[in-house]
Structure formats: structure tokens, C-alpha cells
């Protein structure tokens, strides 16, 4: 719970899967029947959305982490060969834990997934296979994160941030 008190209302953070959030408020309300506080992380680019965090839950408190950097990211962007520290070769467990990863990792994590995602789909199709449609929708969550994460981080649009990850990226281009 001590990561959260370094940020204040106002303040932009990152939050797993849901890429940057803006913490919009502090309040106590009555959720289940249980009344406790939580966080309102509103995220960037969806209007009307909040999430509630509650203070008590240290596993979803631990989500919320500070916005990367600018150099970060555009080091993970020139890297796509790091894919390999994250990748899983087992189908069948490849989504589960790629979500789970998502949820608690950062935004290097993230774009390192997408990289191989797009490689293993694109390597599906010209062994003549199908793409797998769960890896297709694993793939349009993360690029909506990723999207979104680098826009907000380099203040460009969402448009200019899907063509900078195209342009280092050439696999996104195929897929």
C-alpha cells in the first residue's frame, strides 16, 4: 500500500492492462456491502471510465505504478529482440499468462508481448495456418494499452503512436 502514497489526485500513473490513468479522486463508498476506500483512476483516452481501487487490496494497489519514461519506452520500441525475456512457447498457458503479466508489469512488458504476438501470428500465416483468434484478441487489448501508453507518454495521438510501433515494428505491418 506505501507505493499508491506517492501519488496524489491529479497525478497521471500507469495501471497494468488499463495503460495510463489519471488518479481523479480518493473516496469511501459502499460497494458489495462492504464500505471501505478506494482510489478513482479515470484512464486517458476514455471518457466517463473510472476504475475503483480499493486501498485495502494490496494485490490491485500493486498495479499502479508510475508513468514510464520517455527513454524507457523508446529503448523497449528499439529492442524488439526482448522479446525472448518474456516469451511463452506453450499455447495453451501463452494468454493466461500473458494477461497476468499485462496486469502487473510494465509498459516495456507490454510492448515486448505485442512484438511477439505479432511475430508468432505473422509466422501462423505464412506456415499456412490460421491466426488463433484468442492471440488475435490478446493482441487488439494490448495494442489498445500500448497505443494508448505511448500517445500519452510522448504526447502524440493514439493514430501517430500505432505508426511510430509500425515503423519499429515491421511485423504490426503484416498482421
Not at 462492504?34 to 483512476?41: A, D, G, I, P, R
Not at 524488439?80 to 506453450?90: A, G, H, K, L, M
Not at 495453451?92 to 516495456?108: D, I
Not at 500519452?152 to 498482421?175: M, R, V
Request: net charge neutral; glycine share 6%; charged share 25%.
Amino acid at each position: 500500500m506505501d507505493n499508491i502514497i506517492r501519488f496524489n489526485i491529479g497525478d497521471a500513473v500507469r495501471y497494468g492492462a488499463n495503460g495510463i490513468c489519471v488518479v481523479s479522486d480518493k473516496i469511501r463508498r459502499k460497494f458489495s456491502g462492504v464500505n471501505e476506500s478506494y482510489f478513482v483512476l479515470s484512464p486517458v483516452g476514455e471518457r466517463g471510465s473510472k476504475i475503483y481501487v480499493p486501498e485495502a487490496n494490496s494485490a490491485l494497489i500493486s498495479r499502479i505504478a508510475p508513468v514510464p519514461e520517455r527513454e524507457n519506452i523508446a529503448d523497449a520500441l528499439d529492442h524488439p529482440e526482448r522479446v525472448s525475456e518474456v516469451w511463452v512457447n506453450d499455447e495453451s498457458e501463452r494468454n493466461g499468462k500473458f494477461r497476468e503479466m499485462l496486469n502487473s508489469g510494465t509498459c516495456e512488458t507490454a510492448i515486448y508481448i505485442l512484438f511477439g504476438m505479432l511475430s508468432n501470428r505473422n509466422k501462423r500465416i505464412k506456415a499456412g495456418k490460421s491466426p488463433r483468434s484468442a492471440d488475435d484478441i490478446l493482441i487488439n487489448d494490448i495494442k489498445k494499452t500500448v497505443f494508448g501508453d505511448i500517445a500519452y507518454i510522448f504526447g502524440i495521438t493514439y493514430n501517430e503512436a500505432e505508426s511510430l510501433f509500425n515503423t519499429k515494428c515491421p511485423q504490426a505491418k503484416e498482421a
